[in-house]
């Protein structure tokens, strides 16, 4: 390379991440006298899936003033995102709810206080349980309280209250990596760590905009020393695909096809391992016949791409010696064929052996801070820890632990969250408890829910604001702790278990979710069922029981405060591999790094019962909604700014984050539309879809290609128009790939 390009690559020296990471090296982050903290109390943030450490920084008074990232932590290494740096100000917010509030006769919200709240939720959800029977009451929970209180939640309703139907809204982000990774490799297991960003010589994102969705990961992407290829398949030019090495435009919702064939040229090629595929993995050899369907011809008349670029791709992942990672998110498991699209980057990362070693791995990106605990403790898809409620073994086990009676777990899953909010619509459900989502907002086709709402007898809504969509329609609003004002843990996108602590006091009467549910179980009179739910502390020490003897085994981990010490921990994390972190640490001083940072599979071994992976594959689905002479243009959306996080009922709290990004709708279309269709860039216009419409501000830009258009999912308006298609195996939503036009904002007004 050229010295320019030294310069413009450089991972080091003073206007690299050392700038953020060490600020005060360098002249910055200095504060006034007035604000120098007294104590610090260390804090995993509680936005992303990512998973930070902060430094929060705390006055004489124990209170939390300030905040900075922690150098130390193997995670973000000092770094921290636009929102980890604001995450306290969504606690001062001044429409924080404060006492329980009961809709009266007039309309409008009041407040009560506890107990008769209490009197309420109960008296209310047991009478319409009464009159319609137990399956009338189901409940909606979310991927952003912290660990103990999903599984609090998750047992309190299915074996306190007889509500058997209780989902997350991890269904709408990560429910399709879920059931990719269980059936492919036998458990709900990410296999990679984030080293594995600065390991890898090809990283392939596919549906992921790091640069924006996860900045402190793309920033592990940076400090990769090994001069890599980075190669990003995404219809639009997103800001990762900027910076990549090679950018594929796939024709929206073509990656499955697009991956198959590069499958096929892998075996062409001989650029598998098949030492690896007969030890390791099972049903190769019908995956190598299917994939003979998908020629480069087929490849490329489907999914639009060059066959230079399409070469030049074979020729990175297939170059001998090479570490290769895969990486997805949202735009893959927001598909209405997401589990085998998520399952053919497993199946490229398990036919070429890279898998459990540095640098490799099929790689899902988590999206909220803790998915990964809804995932395993949420009580919805499978039993507390990862059991099957199908089981009776793993009943009795589960029942065992808890001290109850086997015959209150239930024998089945939850239904999915589209079949729960079905189920509204055709007044099977009559009741809704609602706990820390916005589901008026971010649920897809979201007129739908608009109308279900008035087909509910009660609907109760507990939250850190009353403000929000949902909370607005609420029969009863119940006033939740938030982030910072409460103990637990969270698990990150690479496994790992890490703390979040109470650095704040919640305001007026608000309580932490987990202390609402325990004042739910003794209102309701199942108290004695969660005695030994006692606190957060105590729950910890259940839930590390429960994984004993899991893949997700975590029993090795002490408690609170072993987190805390080891900077995060792993799962699996035994009582062995406690015994040999201390054996390395009596001889380096602390942990060593083999034990801060694991994978998966390096042994070659999975979580499936004859120890082998599996390969999973079906035909591609065509999209179910074509653009057409009225609806011409393909509408994609995604996070359009790292300051914002998903619905924004954050976020949108800081002004600071505000000022970061537009405060309405805007929409991207190609030049080439803009245009055909007489729209200038600025320009009002109203974006219409088969199920409704919504303004938004014209940006007119070749980042997207012509015949698509992009919108941000910040917005409540988004999701009016976006079409209500599932993958048949997760239930996900597909938020990707709706049929709409655009309008002049004056035109629109005429028709």
Same mark, same amino acid.
């Given at each position: 390379?050229?010295?320019?390009?030294?310069?413009?690559?450089?991972?080091?020296?003073?206007?690299?991440?050392?700038?953020?990471?060490?600020?005060?090296?360098?002249?910055?982050?200095?504060?006034?006298?007035?604000?120098?903290?007294?104590?610090?109390?260390?804090?995993?943030?509680?936005?992303?899936?990512?998973?930070?450490?902060?430094?929060?920084?705390?006055?004489?008074?124990?209170?939390?003033?300030?905040?900075?990232?922690?150098?130390?932590?193997?995670?973000?290494?000092?770094?921290?995102?636009?929102?980890?740096?604001?995450?306290?100000?969504?606690?001062?917010?001044?429409?924080?709810?404060?006492?329980?509030?009961?809709?009266?006769?007039?309309?409008?919200?009041?407040?009560?206080?506890?107990?008769?709240?209490?009197?309420?939720?109960?008296?209310?959800?047991?009478?319409?349980?009464?009159?319609?029977?137990?399956?009338?009451?189901?409940?909606?929970?979310?991927?952003?309280?912290?660990?103990?209180?999903?599984?609090?939640?998750?047992?309190?309703?299915?074996?306190?209250?007889?509500?058997?139907?209780?989902?997350?809204?991890?269904?709408?982000?990560?429910?399709?990596?879920?059931?990719?990774?269980?059936?492919?490799?036998?458990?709900?297991?990410?296999?990679?760590?984030?080293?594995?960003?600065?390991?890898?010589?090809?990283?392939?994102?596919?549906?992921?905009?790091?640069?924006?969705?996860?900045?402190?990961?793309?920033?592990?992407?940076?400090?990769?020393?090994?001069?890599?290829?980075?190669?990003?398949?995404?219809?639009?030019?997103?800001?990762?695909?900027?910076?990549?090495?090679?950018?594929?435009?796939?024709?929206?919702?073509?990656?499955?096809?697009?991956?198959?064939?590069?499958?096929?040229?892998?075996?062409?090629?001989?650029?598998?391992?098949?030492?690896?595929?007969?030890?390791?993995?099972?049903?190769?050899?019908?995956?190598?016949?299917?994939?003979?369907?998908?020629?480069?011809?087929?490849?490329?008349?489907?999914?639009?791409?060059?066959?230079?670029?399409?070469?030049?791709?074979?020729?990175?992942?297939?170059?001998?010696?090479?570490?290769?990672?895969?990486?997805?998110?949202?735009?893959?498991?927001?598909?209405?064929?997401?589990?085998?699209?998520?399952?053919?980057?497993?199946?490229?990362?398990?036919?070429?052996?890279?898998?459990?070693?540095?640098?490799?791995?099929?790689?899902?990106?988590?999206?909220?801070?803790?998915?990964?605990?809804?995932?395993?403790?949420?009580?919805?898809?499978?039993?507390?820890?990862?059991?099957?409620?199908?089981?009776?073994?793993?009943?009795?086990?589960?029942?065992?632990?808890?001290?109850?009676?086997?015959?209150?777990?239930?024998?089945?899953?939850?239904?999915?969250?589209?079949?729960?909010?079905?189920?509204?619509?055709?007044?099977?459900?009559?009741?809704?408890?609602?706990?820390?989502?916005?589901?008026?907002?971010?649920?897809?086709?979201?007129?739908?829910?608009?109308?279900?709402?008035?087909?509910?007898?009660?609907?109760?809504?507990?939250?850190?604001?009353?403000?929000?969509?949902?909370?607005?329609? $609420?029969?009863?609003? &119940?006033? =939740?702790?938030? /982030? +910072?004002?409460?103990?637990? !843990?969270?698990?990150? %996108?690479?496994?790992?278990?890490?703390?979040?602590?109470?650095?704040?006091?919640?305001?007026?009467?608000?309580?932490?979710?987990? $202390?609402?549910?325990? &004042?739910? =179980?003794?209102? /309701? +009179?199942?108290?004695?069922? !969660?005695?030994?739910? %006692?606190?957060?502390?105590?729950?910890?020490?259940?839930?590390?029981?429960?994984?004993?003897?899991?893949?997700?085994?975590?029993?090795?981990?002490?408690?609170?405060?072993?987190?805390?010490?080891?900077?995060?921990?792993?799962?699996?994390?035994?009582?062995?591999?406690?015994?040999?972190?201390?054996?390395?640490?009596?001889?380096?001083?602390?942990?060593?790094?083999?034990?801060?940072?694991?994978?998966?599979?390096?042994?070659?071994?999975?979580?499936?019962?004859?120890?082998?992976?599996?390969?999973?594959?079906?035909?591609?689905?065509?999209?179910?909604?074509?653009?057409?002479?009225?609806?011409?243009?393909?509408?994609?959306?995604?996070?359009?700014?790292?300051?914002?996080?998903?619905?924004?009922?954050?976020?949108?709290?800081?002004?600071?984050?505000?000022?970061?990004?537009?405060?309405?709708?805007?929409?991207?279309?190609?030049?080439?539309?803009?245009?055909?269709?007489?729209?200038?860039?600025?320009?009002?216009?109203?974006?219409?879809?088969?199920?409704?419409?919504?303004?938004?501000?014209?940006?007119?830009?070749?980042?997207?290609?012509?015949?698509?258009?992009?919108?941000?999912?910040?917005?409540?308006?988004?999701?009016?128009?976006?079409?209500?298609?599932?993958?048949?195996?997760?239930?996900?939503?597909?938020?990707?790939?709706?049929?709409?036009?655009?309008?002049?904002?004056?035109?629109?007004?005429?028709?």
């Amino acid at each position: 390379m050229s010295t320019l390009d030294d310069l413009l690559r450089a991972r080091t020296g003073t206007m690299t991440s050392e700038l953020v990471q060490h600020p005060g090296d360098f002249g910055l982050g200095q504060v006034p006298l007035r604000l120098a903290p007294v104590g610090t109390a260390r804090s995993i943030c509680g936005f992303c899936s990512t998973g930070c450490s902060l430094n929060i920084h705390l006055n004489a008074n124990g209170e939390a003033i300030n905040l900075t990232p922690n150098p130390d932590y193997p995670v973000n290494l000092g770094m921290a995102c636009p929102k980890g740096w604001e995450a306290l100000t969504p606690l001062a917010a001044p429409d924080r709810v404060t006492t329980p509030l009961l809709r009266g006769k007039n309309g409008v919200l009041r407040p009560i206080s506890w107990s008769k709240a209490m009197e309420v939720f109960c008296g209310r959800l047991k009478g319409v349980q009464s009159k319609y029977g137990k399956s009338a009451v189901a409940a909606l929970s979310t991927g952003q309280i912290v660990t103990e209180e999903m599984a609090l939640l998750g047992a309190l309703t299915k074996f306190g209250m007889g509500i058997a139907d209780l989902d997350s809204n991890t269904r709408q982000c990560m429910a399709t990596s879920h059931v990719a990774y269980k059936q492919s490799l036998g458990f709900d297991a990410p296999p990679f760590t984030y080293a594995d960003f600065e390991e890898s010589d090809v990283l392939v994102f596919v549906g992921a905009n790091p640069c924006i969705a996860h900045p402190i990961m793309w920033q592990r992407v940076m400090r990769n020393q090994r001069n890599p290829a980075i190669i990003v398949i995404d219809p639009r030019r997103t800001e990762t695909a900027m910076a990549a090495t090679l950018h594929l435009p796939a024709y929206p919702k073509s990656d499955l096809t697009l991956l198959y064939g590069l499958a096929r040229e892998l075996v062409a090629r001989g650029a598998i391992d098949r030492e690896y595929i007969e030890k390791s993995t099972t049903e190769f050899a019908a995956f190598a016949e299917f994939i003979e369907a998908f020629p480069p011809e087929r490849v490329l008349a489907e999914t639009g791409l060059d066959a230079t670029d399409y070469e030049k791709t074979i020729d990175l992942i297939a170059r001998p010696g090479a570490r290769v990672s895969y990486w997805w998110t949202m735009g893959v498991n927001q598909s209405h064929q997401a589990t085998r699209t998520a399952q053919a980057l497993i199946n490229l990362a398990l036919m070429t052996g890279q898998m459990g070693k540095p640098g490799t791995g099929a790689n899902s990106i988590t999206g909220q801070c803790n998915a990964m605990g809804s995932r395993l403790f949420g009580n919805a898809t499978s039993l507390l820890g990862g059991y099957d409620f199908a089981q009776p073994g793993h009943r009795s086990h589960v029942a065992g632990i808890l001290g109850i009676d086997e015959k209150l777990i239930p024998t089945q899953p939850s239904r999915a969250y589209d079949r729960i909010l079905d189920s509204v619509y055709t007044g099977e459900i009559r009741a809704l408890w609602i706990v820390a989502t916005n589901t008026a907002h971010s649920w897809i086709n979201q007129g739908h829910f608009s109308r279900l709402r008035d087909k509910l007898d009660f609907l109760v809504v507990q939250d850190m604001y009353a403000t929000t969509e949902t909370a607005q329609q $609420a029969d009863l609003v &119940l006033p =939740a702790a938030g /982030w +910072g004002e409460k103990d637990g !843990f969270f698990i990150n %996108s690479e496994r790992r278990l890490g703390l979040t602590r109470k650095v704040a006091r919640a305001p007026g009467q608000a309580l932490s979710d987990f $202390a609402i549910f325990k &004042l739910i =179980a003794e209102a /309701w +009179g199942c108290g004695k069922l !969660f005695e030994q739910w %006692s606190s957060p502390a105590a729950t910890f020490q259940i839930l590390k029981t429960l994984s004993a003897g899991l893949p997700c085994d975590f029993s090795g981990v002490r408690d609170h405060s072993h987190l805390e010490d080891a900077d995060g921990i792993q799962w699996p994390f035994t009582p062995a591999t406690a015994g040999e972190e201390s054996k390395n640490a009596e001889l380096s001083g602390r942990a060593a790094s083999s034990m801060r940072e694991r994978r998966l599979f390096a042994d070659g071994k999975f979580f499936t019962p004859d120890g082998r992976a599996r390969f999973h594959f079906d035909a591609p689905v065509p999209l179910p909604e074509l653009p057409d002479e009225k609806y011409p243009l393909l509408l994609n959306t995604g996070r359009g700014s790292s300051s914002q996080w998903h619905t924004g009922s954050r976020t949108n709290k800081s002004a600071v984050l505000r000022k970061l990004s537009p405060n309405q709708p805007w929409i991207e279309l190609n030049p080439s539309d803009a245009a055909r269709l007489g729209l200038e860039a600025g320009q009002l216009v109203v974006v219409r879809s088969r199920r409704g419409e919504t303004a938004a501000l014209s940006v007119v830009t070749p980042i997207v290609q012509p015949g698509q258009v992009f919108m941000p999912m910040h917005y409540a308006e988004v999701n009016v128009l976006t079409f209500p298609a599932y993958d048949p195996h997760s239930r996900q939503p597909a938020y990707k790939a709706c049929a709409v036009t655009v309008l002049p904002l004056a035109a629109a007004h005429e028709r």
